[in-house]
Structure formats: C-alpha cells, structure tokens
C-alpha cells in the first residue's frame, strides 16, 4: 500500500492522515498497540493474519 503511487503523491511526510494510515496497518499487522499514551495510539481491532 505505502508503496503505491497514489499512496506516495497524496500523503507527503509528516501529514497525520499519512501517519494514521501507517500506524493502523502497524498495529493490525502485529497485533499490538502503537503510540501508547500519545493521541495518535491506535489498537489493533483484529487478530494478525498467520
């Protein structure tokens, strides 16, 4: 997904749309909860693919 050209001309570095994007992939793919205690914490919903 990131890796899309799409992906790379709509959201530059440092856009927090780009940032949540990024940390909801991370915490579903791993199942763990990113940027604890910050507002931009996200918690995986489900369960990480095997």
């Known amino acids: 997904m990131q890796e899309a050209s799409i992906f790379q001309e709509k959201l530059k ?6 940032e949540r994007i990024l940390n909801r992939y991370k915490c579903e793919s791993i199942g763990v909860t990113v ?15 095997n």
């Open 13 to 18: 570095d440092g856009d927090s749309a780009k």
């Open 35 to 49: 940027e604890t205690g910050t507002p931009k914490q996200q918690t995986a919903i489900s369960k990480p693919c």
